[in-house]
């Protein structure tokens, strides 16, 4: 079955640093993957939408300077959280459409940022 | 904005009993998924609807998909604590492109 990698699983940053977030689909070839956060208790809201060899496209409200998006292969984006703050602490998942069958999205396990 | 609500956002039973949980929207989508999601992990996929009218059962669940592609409803029967979990439910239109989030109904079953 499809598998989608992120790395890390979580990690803790100082306030005012950076931090890269991985989603790799292992098996498959994804041109378009999807970034969404988490906070506690709520549901999943979309970031942005990761388009291979193209510009990111945001969702309203995201700040895209902020949330630095990179999409080089097919099977490889990144999100960078640019100077963090506490307030960006949060539970951040993506997921990849495979280029077959229909409305299919595999999930990444996820990365847990806090900031501190 | 496509919004999807779910009901109830929180449920608490007895293992054994059955359960409904119900995803409602004001918009027509062309398929609805349900996903389940641990605490600390990625959602899950457990089913995908396509037509109106359709049901579908996933062993204990069974999932039904309404006429007008509006509203699903996922029912649990003779729930198991490994039933546990955020159940969300995910409208889409076409392709695998954006997909709206219900807020979900996060369930414990209790042995």
């Known amino acids: 079955g499809a598998v989608v990698s992120q790395h890390p699983s979580w990690v803790i940053c100082k306030s005012g640093t950076s931090v890269k977030i991985e989603c790799r689909s292992l098996?498959?070839?994804?041109?378009?993957m999807f970034w969404y956060r988490q906070f506690p208790k709520q549901s999943l809201m979309l970031m942005a939408t990761s388009n291979e060899g193209s510009k990111a496209t945001y969702e309203q409200g995201v700040e895209k300077d902020k949330f630095l998006i990179n999409h080089a292969s097919l099977t490889l984006s990144t999100l960078t959280v640019t100077s963090a703050h506490p307030e960006d602490s949060s539970f951040y998942i993506c997921s990849a459409g495979r280029q077959t069958g229909a409305n299919v999205l595999t999930f990444g396990a996820g990365s847990r940022l806090t900031v501190l | 904005t496509q919004l999807l609500e779910q009901s109830p956002q929180f449920l608490s039973i007895q293992e054994g009993e059955n359960l409904t949980v119900y995803c409602n929207s004001s918009?027509?989508?062309?398929?609805l998924q349900w996903y389940r999601q641990e605490p600390g992990e990625g959602p899950v996929l457990l089913v995908t609807?396509?037509?109106?009218?359709e049901v579908k059962k996933l062993k204990r669940l069974t999932f039904q998909f309404g006429d007008a592609r509006k509203d699903s409803s996922l029912h649990i029967t003779a729930a198991q604590p490994g039933d546990t979990g955020l159940y969300l439910c995910?409208?889409?239109?076409?392709?695998?492109?954006?997909?709206?989030f219900g807020i979900g109904t996060k369930l414990q079953v209790i042995p």
């Open positions: 918009s027509v989508f062309s398929s």
């Open positions: 609807v396509v037509t109106g009218g």
């Open positions: 995910a409208g889409a239109n076409g392709g695998y492109q954006k997909v709206t």
């Open positions: 098996d498959f070839q994804a041109t378009t």
